[in-house]
């Protein structure tokens, strides 16, 4: 009887084992930075998660040269390591044949197998430009607010390679019904005014103004920016001059009133 209480209290605790074992933590190594280092030079480095370790793993990195009009791989990198030394390799330094000035989109995938047959991957893209100081220009908005009404421009740099664009822009959860004005006179930016009207004066208004853009046969660089804010309307003007013109009209009885008394007091009494 003992023999057999041993027995299954081994297969219980291996059985335990085998079930920690299948508890695989699977998360792939993912893009950490893409650093511009000259003019045609970048440095692309990633970074490894606290996962179960993996017994293959295979990085790409693919570049698309987006000043060109077929939007193909111009250049690709792939590696293969045994999971076990997969922490030895985090980054690899680009400097082949890369054109300055020249934006670059640069996509990164990891695949991952583990001992369990188990796979992951994950993919990435990222846009940079071969140019020291890296300045890439971003979308910005300007806001122009009235007693009744609020104007809101978005305005998307000329510059940057993406091939499409939105832009919305909602006031307390809806859209404008009036047209969507379109300002391409600016050289720096294409520009679009949205307008609320009949709103009341001197209250507060939610804003939400959304940009999305990608590249076209580029897989993985949609990007959503979202600005969420508080705007308040002003006050009505023409109150304003209303009770300006009675405060005067009021001033001017008074000092007829006592210049009359005056003039009783100096010539009557």
């Not at 698309?64 to 922490?87: C, I, P, W």
């Not at 998307?156 to 959860?173: A, D, K």
Request: aromatic share 10%; hydrophobic share 35%; net charge neutral.
């Amino acid at each position: 009887m003992q023999h057999i209480v041993t027995s299954v209290i081994v297969l219980v605790v291996l059985f335990q084992s085998h079930c920690q074992d299948q508890n695989w933590i699977i998360h792939p190594a993912s893009l950490n930075d893409v650093k511009v280092v000259n003019s045609t030079t970048l440095n692309i480095s990633w970074i490894y998660h606290d996962e179960s370790e993996p017994s293959l793993v295979r990085l790409t990195i693919d570049l698309y040269n987006l000043a060109s009009s077929h939007k193909n791989v111009e250049y690709q990198y792939v590696f293969a390591m045994n999971g076990t030394d997969r922490r030895n390799y985090s980054s690899i330094v680009l400097n082949h044949s890369l054109k300055p000035n020249t934006y670059y989109s640069v996509c990164f995938e990891a695949y991952q197998i583990y001992h369990s047959n188990a796979s992951s991957t994950t993919k990435t893209c990222r846009v940079t430009k071969t140019v020291l100081p890296t300045v890439i220009p971003t979308e910005q908005k300007e806001i122009v607010t009235d007693s009744n009404s609020v104007t809101v421009s978005l305005l998307w740099p000329r510059e940057l390679p993406y091939t499409t664009y939105q832009m919305n822009v909602q006031l307390n959860g809806r859209n404008t019904s009036l047209p969507i004005s379109n300002q391409t006179s600016n050289i720096t930016f294409l520009i679009q005014s949205f307008q609320f009207n009949n709103l009341s004066s001197s209250q507060e208004y939610r804003i939400k103004s959304t940009f999305e853009y990608w590249i076209d046969d580029i897989p993985l660089t949609k990007n959503t920016l979202t600005i969420e804010e508080i705007v308040r309307t002003r006050a009505p003007t023409g109150g304003n001059n209303l009770a300006t013109k009675e405060q005067l009209n009021t001033n001017v009885m008074i000092f007829v009133l006592l210049n009359l008394v005056l003039f009783f007091i100096h010539f009557v009494i």
